[in-house]
Nanobody
């Protein structure tokens, strides 16, 4: 089992920045693909960024150049640095992990790919 706990959400004006954190515990040594997802009200959950244990990263086009996913292995913490935030990016943001020994397969995971979810942290971007 892997437990994921997010933090760092909050309210920010459009154009502002936030950094989300996700602390992992449990059997993390075999967690090869970590990701951030978001879900806006009335919309489907979507992946926005992913990182594998080799340090490779992937992003969806809408966040490229503005979001950065990273990790601190010693702290078992995953981060999402979000810059130039837009109103439409208001959503619940979730930390996610694929099953043990599963890599990211060259892309941001889809919802069915995810084995473990955090409880989410709310990000609200106002105009």
């Amino acid at each position: 089992q892997v437990q994921l706990v997010e933090s760092g959400g909050g309210s920010v004006q459009a154009g502002g920045s936030l950094r989300l954190s996700c602390t992992a515990s449990g059997y993390t040594d075999r967690t090869y693909c970590m990701a951030w997802f978001r879900q806006a009200p009335g919309k489907e959950r979507e992946g926005v960024a992913a990182l594998d244990r080799l340090g490779r990263t992937w992003y969806v086009d809408s966040v490229k150049g503005r979001f950065t996913i990273s990790q601190d292995n010693a702290k078992k913490t995953l981060y999402l640095e979000m810059n130039s935030l837009k109103v439409e990016e208001t959503a619940m943001y979730y930390c996610a992990a694929r099953s043990a020994n599963a890599y990211c397969a060259g892309r941001v995971p889809l919802v069915p790919d995810v084995r473990y979810w955090g409880q989410g942290t709310q990000v609200t971007v106002s105009s």
